[in-house]
């Protein structure tokens, strides 16, 4: 290896490590501001919508944000009426949950050889060093004050992306060497097309979700099927571990409220139909091909924003990784670096999808 070889193999290395840094310890600075350049890009057509028919700037941003809030109050509502029937009852699941947790303690007791005693004794020191229950409860005040105040600041953050996006496209455009200002006006506009594809495809996806899983669990006979439905639907956010945790969760309620082998069987074939479904004809004509990431990266992504930014970062792993291919397909040097993070079309749509899949592209110019 050459001197200069080595020198860029260094730099490289050292702006990894660098970016990786600012990542991890300006997360509560980016965390916010990455969801709301993104959201900001989603709500961006009907901004401009609304501009065109003679609304003000200002208005229409804050319309915008509006109709944000008013979408997640509609989840939010959902959720706490099937909470409400759920807490209706939490006495008798209370008394189910201690008894599987019996059940499990006399499982282990005599599978492994440890009493049930020493189990108790284990959970104890375990829910100690959390620093007890006044601790616990700190911490959950703690996560709901700094959830608040995040909300607060991605739709402050929102409005001002959308207010000043065109002084925030000249500026990026007034950075860029001449010979790339073309390249990069496009791809802008890309990054927000692959955006807006991505999270309008799947709001679309998840209420798809909503209605085949909760047909699906009603059939089976889950108990509170619709709320289950709803929860496995919302957590699709995150790919892959998401839809998992919800069915994970659906056959623990199942078998807490006495479900047996049947039951638990008739929950993991909806969620194997739902899964075929997904993946072969929701998500390649609701999310598209644009934001097609490898699946090595996906979950590569996933992992390292859990261990960068948690939660926000699995949620934000996919679309950013998205842009970041579309960024790297835009010049010339990154394009392997692109071709790496997609996938190749091994197979074109046919028939139906095909045809649905262009309809859709139409109605969307």
């Not at 009493?115 to 229950?133: H, N, R």
């Not at 616990?136 to 000043?164: C, D, E, H, Q, R």
């Not at 699906?216 to 496995?232: E, H, Q, R």
């Not at 075929?276 to 609701?286: A, G, K, M, N, S």
Request: proline share 3%; aromatic share 10%.
């Amino acid at each position: 290896m050459t001197n200069s070889s080595l020198a860029k193999t260094t730099y490289l290395l050292l702006i990894v490590v660098l970016a990786t840094a600012s990542l991890y310890f300006a997360k509560n600075f980016l965390i916010p501001l990455t969801f709301a350049a993104i959201l900001a890009m989603l709500f961006a057509p009907l901004n401009k919508r609304l501009e065109k028919k003679g609304i003000n700037r200002a208005l229409s941003a804050i319309i915008c944000i509006l109709v944000l809030i008013l979408v997640f109050a509609a989840i939010g509502g959902l959720l706490a009426w099937q909470l409400s029937d759920l807490a209706k009852d939490m006495t008798g699941i209370e008394q189910k949950f201690r008894q599987f947790l019996k059940q499990i303690e006399t499982y282990v007791s005599n599978t492994f050889g440890i009493d049930p005693k020493e189990q108790e004794k284990i959970v104890k020191q375990q829910s100690q060093s959390g620093g007890g229950s006044a601790g616990t409860l700190a911490k959950v005040m703690g996560t709901i004050m700094s959830a608040a105040v995040n909300l607060i600041l991605v739709l402050v953050y929102i409005f001002l992306f959308m207010y000043f996006r065109n002084h925030l496209k000249k500026f990026i455009i007034r950075i860029t060497p001449q010979n790339h200002k073309e390249n990069v006006g496009r791809l802008t506009h890309d990054a927000g097309k692959v955006s807006q594809q991505y999270i309008t495809g799947l709001v679309m996806m998840i209420g798809t979700l909503w209605i085949l899983y909760g047909i699906g669990f009603s059939i089976v006979g889950v108990k509170y099927a619709i709320f289950f439905a709803i929860l496995c639907g919302i957590l699709e956010i995150v790919p892959f571990i998401g839809n998992i945790t919800g069915t994970t969760i659906t056959v623990i309620m199942a078998l807490v409220q006495g479900g047996d082998f049947n039951l638990v069987l008739g929950i993991l074939i909806t969620y194997g139909f739902v899964q075929f479904i997904q993946t072969y004809i929701l998500e390649p004509l609701v999310v598209g091909n644009q934001v097609n990431i490898n699946p090595l990266f996906t979950i590569i992504g996933i992992v390292a924003g859990e261990i960068l930014w948690g939660i926000p970062g699995m949620i934000l792993a996919i679309p950013v990784i998205g842009i970041l291919k579309i960024v790297c397909d835009h010049f010339e040097p990154l394009k392997p670096v692109g071709f790496l993070l997609g996938q190749e079309k091994t197979k074109k749509e046919s028939g139906i999808l095909e045809k649905i899949s262009q309809l859709r592209k139409k109605s969307t110019k």
